[in-house]
């Protein structure tokens, strides 16, 4: 039995995607084989299905590597917003403990200060300059 051409190559897009039935793949098969002309349009359907395909995956790799430079840049957001957020817990605890300590005099007569703390919280209201102007202008 002989199909018409224009049916085979509305069906051609079915078969080179391999959505047809076998029935229908059989068919087409067996027209290619003897029709020139519809051999040519296959051969060209399926260079431009695979020249889709490398598109495609090509932009499918862009998105991918989009999405994994947003991931690290979040990623290095939080650890900077992290670390901003630590200085400043440390600047208050040095602060608060150095308070709470106080200051007393030994019977001895030593002035007894937790002044190791007060060079800690300077260390650390620099630190959180420092990183909270890096945040707000570079990274994040």
């Known amino acids: 039995m002989r199909i018409a051409c224009n049916i085979i190559t509305d069906i051609m897009p079915l078969y080179c995607e391999n959505e047809c039935s076998e029935e229908t ?19 060209t ?11 495609k995956a090509d932009s499918d790799i862009q998105v991918i590597k989009k999405i994994t430079q947003q991931i690290r840049k979040d990623r290095f957001s939080a650890f900077l917003w992290g670390a ?9 605890v040095c602060i608060v403990a150095y308070n709470i300590i106080g200051v007393s005099v030994a019977p001895d007569g030593r002035l007894i200060e937790a002044f190791g703390l007060i060079p800690i919280a300077w260390l650390f209201t ?3 300059i420092g990183l909270g102007l890096f945040c707000l202008h570079v990274a994040c």
């Open 45 to 55: 359907m399926e260079e431009s299905l695979k020249v889709e395909e490398v598109r």
């Open 84 to 92: 901003l957020l630590l200085s400043v817990a440390t600047v208050v």
């Open 25 to 43: 793949k059989a068919l087409v098969e067996e027209h290619v084989a003897s029709c020139s002309k519809c051999q040519r349009t296959l051969n």
């Open 126 to 128: 620099f630190i959180s």
